[in-house]
């Protein structure tokens, strides 16, 4: 084997205890999210046992990074992010970041309807925050009816029920922070 080679091979012990400490997990939350053994992921971690795909792909999904991070790959040079779009209750989203947990984004798409579908409440674990970019866009949140116009965001406890749609069946165009319950999104405005 090339020595370029040994060398991505003894990297990636330091680089997977590196990402999980940066993570504050142990070695035994990591083998029940992954199913790996705490002594696999020991003997990985201090590069006494080489890596393969079968152990390196729970690991990537765990600490929701790209199996190129866990092996150092180099980068492509091409910094454009190729995603597929998912299709859900007549909308499409699509993602805008990569990394699986913690905060995701995503535009949000609501087609044009005639007429204005009736609001559909729904609850879900989680937090979110959303930017209207385009169309009117109408926000039932618990007793609230909200009409949010371009420019306009909103920010809300996914645990209340809520429902969004097109306030005009005119289609409308949002994007949208998520994330797991308890996390948020913070903005931060300088004083001029």
């Known amino acids: 084997m090339s020595d370029d080679f040994e060398d991505v091979l003894h990297a990636v012990g330091p680089r997977l205890r590196a990402l999980r400490r940066n993570r504050g997990m142990t070695l035994a939350e990591v083998a029940a999210a992954t199913g790996v053994s705490e002594s696999t992921l020991s003997r990985l971690e201090s590069g006494q046992r080489r890596a393969s795909l079968e152990l390196l792909l729970p690991l990537a999904r765990a600490y929701g990074v790209p199996l190129d991070d866990l092996v150092g790959a180099p980068p492509t040079g091409d910094p454009r992010i190729h995603l597929t779009p998912i299709h859900r209750h007549g909308m499409?989203?699509?993602p805008l970041s990569r990394r699986s947990g913690g905060m995701q984004a995503y535009k949000m798409i609501i087609p044009s309807v005639d007429p204005p579908p009736l609001?559909?409440?729904?609850?879900?674990?989680?937090h979110e925050w959303l930017y209207v970019?385009?169309?009117?866009?109408?926000?039932?949140?618990?007793e609230h009816d909200l009409v949010l116009p371009p420019g306009e965001a909103a920010e809300f406890d996914t645990t209340i029920p809520h429902w969004l749609g097109s306030a005009d069946g005119k289609a409308v165009e949002l994007l949208i922070l998520f994330g797991r319950q308890g996390e948020r999104a913070h903005l931060r405005a300088r004083a001029r």
């Open 92 to 94: 499409t989203f699509v």
């Open 119 to 126: 609001p559909d409440h729904r609850t879900h674990e989680g």
């Open 133 to 142: 970019l385009h169309g009117h866009l109408r926000l039932v949140l618990g």
